[in-house]
């Protein structure tokens, strides 16, 4: 694809958003105008997944294109600070990726935001075919004093440190207003190329701070987790200060002229948290029932989808990833193959479908699960359900008694699955953050 046509993408993650915090999800608060007209302007999918109800493992995955458990550093769940320096324990440099195989058809890249896979010098985000870096590599970080959870400041630009004031989600979307706008101009030889920016946004994710919040980065310096405060409306003007940052950024594509060959993608990495709101799931981050892995998914692009869709084709985070490379016509690595399916053929027709068998494991519960079709096969700890989960998406009905068969062949498709993917290494870390000790059971 020539430089002319080919698309500018911007993929928009959120950290730990639940499936229902936005409007056009059926959100309760009025705190997403930005993206709720993107989705009405576009596609909105009922029935999208994160690859893990965690940050980093997902994160290896819209990475590469492939389920996460291939690598080593996504073993972790998830990766925690102190595995700062470690050399294992990271998205590898010499692995392809979303931004390195764009990089070498051509596109500009750029990741502001959240990194969370791997510190400096084995990793980092321009050793992964980012041409351009600024945010924290860490899970977590605070939003005043940009540093984490061991107090150590983490806010970057490329692989140096890089003190700067402000509230982490506004300087995040700055960076990226900036980089829409220097986008427009010209190229060498008198042409533009296209670029491809990843915004991972560290909202709603803990501690819990609006923008008029800066006095609690003092209250919770000693513990990011923020288990003595945060609130209902704190964590909802955190979302509307993250969709502010992104009607910044649909502006200077508006004003640029770029946006109708830009192809925008939202999603979050997992499910919701403490005060996130997911109904009618149950569940949320760290869980493989629907709250910890089904999130929203919206993809706007003027030039190619059609406003006003909605579907329900279940799919999960690696499929954008190979839907960018197609939408780009950047081919895979041979050595690489992607578990990722395209998607373009259901943004051209919101109708399209096609089976989508998605798998998960989590060592956290010994947790597995398939969904197939209408129906979801799901271990947590030594207990199996089987739910149908288009009449049931919040999993109240096992079916396991009642349809043995179907319940012995999802788990035999789940067992070949895992068969093929590395085992959970001994030694890898779960980190829960909390316990029944800190709330009640959700």
């Not at 980089?179 to 991972?200: I, Q, W």
């Not at 396991?400 to 070949?416: D, F, G, N």
Request: glycine share 10%; charged share 20%.
């Amino acid at each position: 694809m020539t430089a002319d046509l080919a698309p500018n993408i911007i993929f928009i993650v959120a950290d730990d958003l639940g499936y229902a915090d936005l409007g056009c999800y059926g959100g309760r608060a009025p705190v997403s105008p930005v993206l709720d007209a993107l989705a009405a302007g576009g596609l909105r999918l009922t029935q999208g997944y994160a690859n893990s109800p965690v940050c980093s493992p997902t994160r290896f995955a819209l990475m590469t294109g492939r389920y996460q458990y291939r690598l080593r550093g996504a073993a972790e769940e998830p990766i925690n600070v102190k595995d700062r320096g470690n050399p294992t324990l990271g998205l590898p440099p010499e692995h392809p990726t979303l931004p390195s195989l764009l990089k070498a058809s051509g596109y500009r890249t750029a990741l502001f935001g959240k990194w969370h896979l791997g510190y400096p010098p084995t990793f980092g985000p321009l050793l992964s075919g980012y041409d351009a870096y600024f945010g924290p590599m860490a899970g977590g970080v605070d939003y005043f004093t940009h540093c984490d959870g061991r107090g150590i400041h983490d806010l970057w630009s490329g692989h140096e440190l890089r003190p700067e004031s402000g509230y982490l989600t506004d300087l995040i979307s700055r960076r990226a207003v900036d980089y829409v706008r220097d986008a427009a101009g010209e190229g060498e030889g008198g042409e533009t190329p296209p670029f491809f920016l990843s915004l991972h946004y560290t909202a709603p994710h803990w501690p819990w701070e609006s923008r008029d919040d800066e006095a609690v980065a003092q209250q919770v310096k000693d513990s990011l987790f923020h288990l003595r405060g945060g609130n209902i409306r704190t964590y909802q003007r955190m979302i509307h200060h993250m969709d502010e940052g992104i009607g910044h950024i649909v502006d200077a594509l508006k004003v640029t002229g770029q946006l109708d060959n830009t192809l925008i993608v939202f999603t979050s990495d997992n499910g919701g948290e403490r005060f996130s709101d997911s109904w009618p799931l149950v569940g949320g981050k760290m869980d493989l029932t629907e709250g910890g892995i089904r999130v929203p998914w919206i993809a706007h692009w003027p030039a190619v989808i059609a406003a006003g869709g909605v579907s329900e084709q279940p799919c999960m985070t690696m499929d954008w990833s190979a839907t960018m490379l197609d939408a780009a016509q950047v081919a895979a690595h041979a050595d690489y193959p992607l578990d990722g399916v395209s998607l373009m053929p259901l943004l051209r027709d919101a109708t399209h479908r096609f089976p989508r068998p998605m798998y998960w494991r989590m060592n956290h519960r010994n947790q597995r699960a398939l969904r197939d079709g209408d129906w979801k096969y799901l271990q947590v700890d030594s207990n199996e359900y089987l739910f149908d989960i288009m009449c049931d998406e919040r999993e109240r009905a096992n079916r396991a008694s009642c349809e043995p068969e179907r319940l012995a062949q999802m788990r035999e498709a789940w067992m070949a699955w895992n068969d093929g993917m590395p085992p959970i290494p001994s030694g890898a870390n779960v980190s829960t953050g909390y316990s029944l000790r800190d709330m009640p059971q959700r």
